[in-house]
């Protein structure tokens, strides 16, 4: 059976990618090691993560935030086990989405590890070391990435844990150390604070949430703190031991100096991610790999023809959409299209409460590219809508060229601000200015108010400070 093209990986990237190429008339099939397809994202990523981010926030809402609505009830109780069915059944009705779209679109689906035998060859091996072997005209290579490991302290899955034991905890640690102050670090350490964990994170850098705004991330980290969260920043940790009673890390200076011990119940190891290439054969194949991950050109092609990769696996932000955008992007070049991402315009979103949602350059990177630009900030404490929910911590960001009055970033700290930051990316993909977005009517009371507030701010005619 001869395929025009054959996805490896079906997460966010590769099932997108798979789906829109068969739209196209193309005959598609795709290959996954997993028994489920939705990759990372749906199986031990975004999916339960915010199954699990959902299901405290409620927990931790009906235990301290009721009460000043006036809505008065017991002290909620947890039910650790229901709450993992609920995530589980979420994961399970999103993973059979998958194989129900491949169905519709006469897509074709093989279970077992793709090597990559050459151009044009995949060789497919179940669990069981059958092997067969398919040939394509392309290849998408869509593998994902894995957890970054951290050495001198083993991931276990029990006691020291990578995201996925954190998703799988059977009950409330009393102590959680996070190592990283990265976004798997603090939405994870957020879900266990709120059902009860002490939680203390330990960051190599002297800030949270490296690549984000930094005023946006320092307001963060006070509210986090606010929370219950401790941050010991500049801080590495060297080795941990794990026994009976628990775990014991060694946490040194990040510049050098003496060494302390910190105790845990559980240590979550989130670090960071790596593109995820084992098995694939891609040295024999004679593809190019620079740190790890596969190189392409501007259309997804590596330097061997008739190979492309996109997602986890080659350069840019480790993100769900992007990995999307970019699968449904090469299957259109791959039908004859002119397929694109803008990278200038992909939002990133942390989703803790509040939420982080940030697009475009923040102030650091304007500086550093010796770009002029106004700034205009709105607070929630401004907001009516945000009053009456009582969620008025934060602000929105607008950052706006100085000559030319072009949106460049937009970051937002607030309840429900990964919903808001759209309008944003809307309006950069459009090019638009902040006076474009100052003029747009926004509809009364809405927190979006403050992103309409925040474009007039640019030019200091905001109504409402
Ligand atoms: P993946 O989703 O990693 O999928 C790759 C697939 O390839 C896997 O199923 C793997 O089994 C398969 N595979 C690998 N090698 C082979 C092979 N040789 N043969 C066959 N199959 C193979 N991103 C967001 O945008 N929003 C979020 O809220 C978010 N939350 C996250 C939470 C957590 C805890 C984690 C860990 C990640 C989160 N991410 C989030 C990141 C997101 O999961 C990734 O960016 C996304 O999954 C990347 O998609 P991908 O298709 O490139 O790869
Ligand atoms: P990250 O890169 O976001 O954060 C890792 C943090 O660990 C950084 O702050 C880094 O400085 C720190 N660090 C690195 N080495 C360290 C050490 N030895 N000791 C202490 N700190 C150290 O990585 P994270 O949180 O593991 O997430 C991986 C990726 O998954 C993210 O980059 C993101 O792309 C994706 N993701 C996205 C989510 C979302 O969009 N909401 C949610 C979760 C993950």
Known sequence: MSYDLIVIGTGPGGYVCAI?????GLKVAVVEKRKTHGGTCLNIGC??????????????????GFAAFGIEVPKPKLNLKQMMTHKQETVDANVNGVAFLFKKNKI???TGTGTILGAGKVQVTADDGKTQVLETKNIVIATGSEVTPLPGVAIDEKQIVSSEGALELDKVPGKLVVIGAGVIG?????????????????????????????????????????????????SKVTGAKASKKGVSLTVEPAAGGNAQT?????????????????????????VALERGRVVIDNHFASNVPGIYAIGDVVRGPMLAHKAEDEGIAVAEILAGKAGHVNYDCIPGVVYTWPEVATVGQSEEDLKAAGIS???????????????????????VKVLADAATDKVLGVHILGAGAGEMIHEAVVLMEFGGSSEDLARSTHAHPTMSEAVKEAALAVDKRAIHT
């Open 262 to 286: 910190i105790e845990a119940d559980v240590v979550l190891v989130a670090i960071g991610r790596r593109p995820f290439t084992e098995n694939l054969g891609l040295e024999a194949a004679g």
């Open 186 to 234: 603090l939405e994870l350490g957020s879900v266990w604070r709120r059902l009860g964990s002490e939680v203390h994170v330990v960051e190599y850098l002297d800030r949270v949430l490296p690549g984000t705004d930094a005023e946006v991330a320092k307001q963060f980290q006070r509210l986090m703190g606010k929370q219950g969260i401790t941050f010991q920043l500049a």
């Open 108 to 110: 074709e689906s093989f």
């Open 373 to 395: 630009y106004n700034v205009g900030k709105f607070p929630f404490t401004a907001n009516g809508r945000a009053r009456a929910n009582r969620s008025t911590d934060g602000f």
């Open 20 to 24: 829109r190429a068969a739209q196209l």
């Open 47 to 64: 999916i339960p993560s915010k199954a699990l981010l959902h299901a405290s926030e409620l927990f931790n809402e009906a235990g301290h």
